[in-house]
């Protein structure tokens, strides 16, 4: 029986070949030049792949995957655009998207990847064994690394939700997805709020949204205005704009979101919905006892919250997104994706992450780093990966770090002086550095260990 390929491009000459390529190699083929008219045929039709444009009237591609991997995530998909920048990519590989081409089309790559894909997906299909176990009071998923499979009713990727309280964010998460006006995030330090702010923007098909992410390094009012035009001219019907750091606000910051809300100058011809997300260390009375909001905010944010965990309080949920963290930067450098070990996934569940998400991320980068291209992270990596990061702050050995930096400086120029043939000019121009520095490192124990 025929694969059956969902095809979405606008470019009717295009979409033509591409339905002709894949009906020669005898797929079952469904074209259509219109993203809504597309998602419409997704949601009533089974198709074991899909192949879209970026680019489009009406709904660009990335949008269109979000919404299709909203309905059936384990469905793949190709991206085949004319031109997309390194962001782009990067997002599209976090919205799911299992394969990008760039025109012009290389079709023996393409039909070698889709039949690829196919067969992955099937083979996913029959071997995948959700895990029924009781995780925190509720249905444990199970910790395949490519997606988080929490099987709620809707798409959710800040956390895989294999814990009790993870779900339960989730779910109260999505209860404000229609919230109107503001809306108050509070957590510990070194969470995901922009990835948590990204969920929630997805959360409605029924209107066109983006984020706004309002940070000290683009927050004066002609930039802001420039970005919401730039959104209005591609479509977008509402914008969530966030602050991120929100009790370290400048006066001169409040007063731009207090204008931005009450459509004053020069804000006041911009015609779009709007809201705002507030992200808080703590609670916000707690914040507002301490000094550290002033009254007049204090009001404006109101008082819809919703506190998000830490990532100590969800751990059956720390190896998926530890191993998320390391196929994301994988994808970034072009190399073999590398997994964790099973005793290096209990290791990380017994971890108190005092910087939650960011310290997280940083242990995995550095464990990457260390495996030398390995596709397999060890415990014994992860061990000095966590060391190295120093979980516990007491514990950290400045010293050591300080060495293990110099070190690594020294091996580096060692290098660069035997490609450049001990040439120290030549290599201090390699490097760009001063030649006296070049001078400065001690050739010794290169000799010694040659």
Do not use: W
Not at 426 to 435: E, F, I, Q, Y
């Amino acid at each position: 029986m025929s694969k059956k390929i969902l095809i979405l491009d606008d470019d009717e000459n295009f979409n033509s070949l591409l339905t002709d390529v894949f009906t020669q190699a005898d797929y079952d083929v469904h074209s259509v030049t219109d993203p809504r008219m597309a998602l419409e045929t997704f949601k009533t039709d089974q198709f074991n792949l899909v192949v879209t444009d970026h680019r489009m009237p009406n709904m660009t591609g990335a949008e269109f995957v979000r919404k299709i991997k909203g309905i059936r995530k384990e469905v793949p998909v190709v991206m085949v655009s004319g031109y997309l920048d390194d962001i782009t990519i990067r997002g599209l590989i976090q919205d799911g998207v299992d394969g990008i081409f760039i025109k012009p089309l290389n079709i023996i790559q393409l039909l070698k990847k889709t039949s690829a894909l196919i067969g992955k997906s099937e083979e996913l299909a029959r071997n995948d064994k959700v895990d029924t176990k009781a995780v925190d009071g509720q249905v444990g998923q199970s910790t395949g690394f490519q997606d988080y499979k929490h099987n709620l009713s809707f798409e959710f990727n800040s956390y895989p939700c294999s814990a009790g309280t993870s779900r339960s964010f989730a779910q109260k998460l999505y209860g404000f997805r229609d919230f109107k006006s503001t809306l108050i995030l509070f957590g510990e330090r070194g969470l995901h709020f922009d990835l948590i702010c990204k969920d929630l923007c997805g959360f409605s098909d029924q209107i066109k949204e983006e984020l706004i992410v309002l940070d000290h390094k683009n927050f004066d009012k002609a930039a802001i205005v420039n970005r919401i035009m730039e959104k209005i001219e591609n479509g977008v019907e509402r914008v969530t704009l966030v602050a991120m750091e929100t009790p370290k606000l400048t006066l001169e910051e409040k007063e731009i979101i207090f204008a931005l809300a009450r459509s004053e100058p020069p804000f006041d011809g911009i015609k779009i919905l709007s809201r705002y997300v507030f992200c808080l260390s703590e609670d916000l009375d707690s914040l507002y006892d301490k000094g550290e909001l002033d009254e007049n905010l204090y009001v404006f944010l109101g008082n819809a919250e919703i506190e998000v965990p830490p990532l100590r309080e969800c751990a059956n949920d720390i190896p998926v997104m530890a191993q998320r963290i390391v196929i994301d930067e994988c994808n970034d450098q072009k190399r073999k994706v590398a997994l964790i070990d099973e005793e290096g996934k209990l290791l990380l569940k017994d971890q108190h992450f005092e910087r939650n998400y960011t310290q997280l991320s940083q242990i995995m980068k550095t464990a990457l780093t260390l495996c030398e291209g390995s596709s397999i992270i060890t415990t014994e990596i992860l061990k000095q990966a966590i060391d190295f990061k120093g979980l516990n702050q007491s514990k950290y050995n400045f010293q050591s770090l300080k060495d293990y930096l110099k070190e690594s400086k020294n091996e580096i120029i060692k290098a660069v002086l035997t490609l450049s043939d001990d040439d120290k000019d030549k290599a201090a121009r390699t490097l760009g550095v001063s030649p006296s520095l070049i001078k400065t490192i001690d050739l010794s124990k290169t000799a010694a260990a040659s």
